[in-house]
């Protein structure tokens, strides 16, 4: 599960790589952002996520080296917590926020990216879709997407 959404992830990141840099034959000018800024906040923010019905346990201690690698806030928190209980991630935002990738964005790809997670957390985009974001979800999200 982890393996599949960071590539999805990678994928996505890249898309919208692509679209910030390469300019629109008939406008001369960058490709609009945001539709691959949506899309990639949504999956950022597993918002289509399905729930977990039973709890997912393995056999490896996968779970514990892959919540150690990820950077904590004041709290304790990381992004790369498992749930596998109700969900994949303890904190639904993508631990790829943290990515060389992300990182590697370009500035407009980046700033509309924000832009949406802002307009998404703080409840100004009221999208049914997000009604699913709890007000913990969204304030944990918050402070863990500043952590870094």
């Given amino acids: 599960m ?8 990678m994928n996505l990141l890249t898309r919208i790589n692509w679209e910030a840099r390469v300019p629109d034959k008939d406008k001369e000018t960058v490709v609009s952002l945001p539709d691959g800024a949506r899309e990639l906040v949504d999956y950022l923010l597993f918002v289509d996520e399905a729930p977990i019905k039973d709890k997912i346990t393995g056999s490896t201690t996968f779970a514990l080296e892959f919540a150690a690698q990820g950077p904590r806030d004041k709290k304790g928190r990381s992004l790369r917590q498992l749930d596998l209980a109700r969900r994949m991630m303890t904190y639904p935002c993508s631990y790829m926020i ?36 709890s007000l913990s979800d969204r304030s944990s999200k918050m402070v863990c997407v500043r952590m870094k």
């Fill in 98 to 133: 943290y990515s060389k990738q992300f990182d590697g964005l370009p500035v407009a790809a980046k700033d509309e990216v924000y832009r949406r997670m802002w307009g998404v957390l703080s409840g100004q985009v009221r999208d049914k879709k997000y009604s699913r974001l």
């Fill in 2 to 9: 982890v393996f599949e959404h960071q590539m999805r992830m």
